[in-house]
Structure formats: structure tokens, C-alpha cells
């Protein structure tokens, strides 16, 4: 079965110290695997698309990296303003896919100043 | 230019009461999908609609329905309420038809409180 597993569910960070949030999945095959932010009382915010193990992709102090079996989202130097939950999904590869995402449970980051 | 617009922002129903959700995307966009998100069950797909087709449905009660307009415009309706359906109810829309990959743009939601 098809399934995307986030950890940790919730992270406590001081300003300044970097860490990673993990994203791993089974599927068949993987057409893409995306990032979102989410803050509390919002929609989901659109980060990062990966296709492909290896690929890389940066936006301001994030990081999101891909492997065939797991994705991370770095964070450097992280700020108070980071704070929010961190969402993964996975877009499977399958000959009768309805192209619907499997979406993680989430990642919920508190960076404290 | 303007976001995915999702009206009203909050609704307080009762139990048995009907309620419909609005949901505007973005200019172009022709693909609308719905979720609901709970505490306890995260994002939860609801349906897809594609130039005033459905083209995909999650595993939900036929309570749950939804409709897009020519102008790509979109509502989605939940009779018969039942407290279990109080939840934050997304809308996201996307420029193609292969959804997924191109990524979405979610609205603010609807909070949905029913009592």
C-alpha cells in the first residue's frame, strides 16, 4: 500500500540551530514529491517539487533533498518566523493512477527565540 | 493576482443542517480539488473537478458533493451534518488537468464548526 510517513510529528528548536525534517515513502514509482508550509488557520503553502533521487532545491534557508526512499527539509539557521507544519506528499506513479496525492501526516516545527 | 478565495472563512452549523462552501481559483486555473483536514486525520481528499467534471472522489459519504462552473468557479455541499464533520475544509486549484505535478494553491479554508 501506498504510504508517506513524516517525523518527527513535532520538533522544538532554539533560533539558530539547523536540523532536518524526514519524509519517507513507499509507492511503485514516483512521478513527484512535494513540500508544503503550513501555518495555523491557513492553507497549505506550495515550497518545493522534486522528481527525481538526487535532486536538490533551495529557497531562502530550506533545503529539500530526495532520495528513492525518503526525502528531507533541511533547515539552516532557522528563525521564529519558520515556525509552521511542514507537509509532504507524494504524487505515485501507477498505469491507472488518478494522479491524487498521498499526503504525510506532517511535521510540526517550533523555533524558539 | 489574486489567490484561491474560499468563502465564508467561518460557519458555525447545527447537527442536521446542510451547509455549502464556495471556492474561487485562481484566473486560469481550470482544476479545483477539495480536502478536509482534522486534527486527528490530517488532509483528506474529497473530490477533484476538471472543466465542470468529476474526475476524482475520495472515500467519503454521498453527504459529501461538490459541483465547478463554467467559469471554473466551485461549491461544495454537506447535508444531513453530523458533528464529526467539523473540520478546516480546503480548496486548492491548479493550472493542468495532471493535477499533482504542476502543485497546488490552496485557499485560506472554511472552518466548519458544527454543534
Known amino acids: 500500500e501506498d504510504q508517506v510517513t513524516q517525523s518527527p510529528e513535532a520538533l522544538r528548536l532554539q533560533e539558530g540551530e539547523s536540523s532536518s525534517l524526514n519524509c519517507s515513502y513507499t509507492?511503485?514509482?514516483?512521478?513527484?514529491l512535494f513540500w508544503y508550509r503550513q501555518d495555523p488557520g491557513k492553507g497549505p503553502e506550495f515550497l518545493f517539487t522534486?522528481?527525481?533521487?538526487?535532486e536538490e532545491k533551495e529557497k531562502e534557508r530550506l533545503k529539500a533533498t530526495l532520495t528513492k526512499k525518503e526525502s528531507f527539509l533541511h533547515i539552516t539557521a532557522p528563525k521564529p518566523e519558520d515556525s509552521a507544519t511542514y507537509l509532504c506528499?507524494?504524487?505515485?506513479?501507477?498505469?491507472?493512477?488518478?494522479?491524487?496525492?498521498?499526503w504525510g501526516a506532517g511535521t510540526k516545527l517550533i523555533i524558539k527565540p | 493576482k489574486a489567490g484561491v478565495t474560499q468563502t465564508p472563512r467561518y460557519l458555525i452549523k447545527t447537527r442536521g443542517q446542510q451547509v455549502t462552501l464556495s471556492c474561487s481559483p485562481i484566473?486560469?486555473?481550470?482544476?479545483v480539488s477539495w480536502y478536509q483536514q482534522t486534527p486527528g486525520q490530517g488532509l483528506q481528499f474529497l473530490f477533484e473537478?476538471?472543466?465542470?467534471?468529476?474526475?476524482n472522489k475520495g472515500n467519503f459519504p454521498g453527504r459529501f458533493s461538490g459541483r465547478q462552473f463554467s467559469n471554473s468557479r466551485s461549491e461544495m455541499n454537506v447535508s444531513t451534518l453530523e458533528l464529526g464533520d467539523s473540520a478546516l475544509y480546503l480548496c486548492?486549484?491548479?493550472?493542468?488537468?495532471?493535477?499533482?505535478?504542476?502543485?497546488?494553491?490552496f485557499g485560506s479554508g472554511t472552518r466548519l464548526t458544527v454543534v
Open positions: 473537478y476538471f472543466s465542470e467534471t468529476q474526475r
Open positions: 484566473s486560469g486555473h481550470r482544476s
Open positions: 522534486l522528481y527525481s533521487a538526487g
Open positions: 506528499a507524494v504524487n505515485p506513479y501507477e498505469a491507472d493512477s488518478n494522479y491524487q496525492l498521498i
Open positions: 509507492v511503485s514509482g514516483l512521478r513527484g
Open positions: 486548492a486549484s491548479s493550472l493542468a488537468d495532471r493535477t499533482a505535478n504542476y502543485g497546488y494553491t
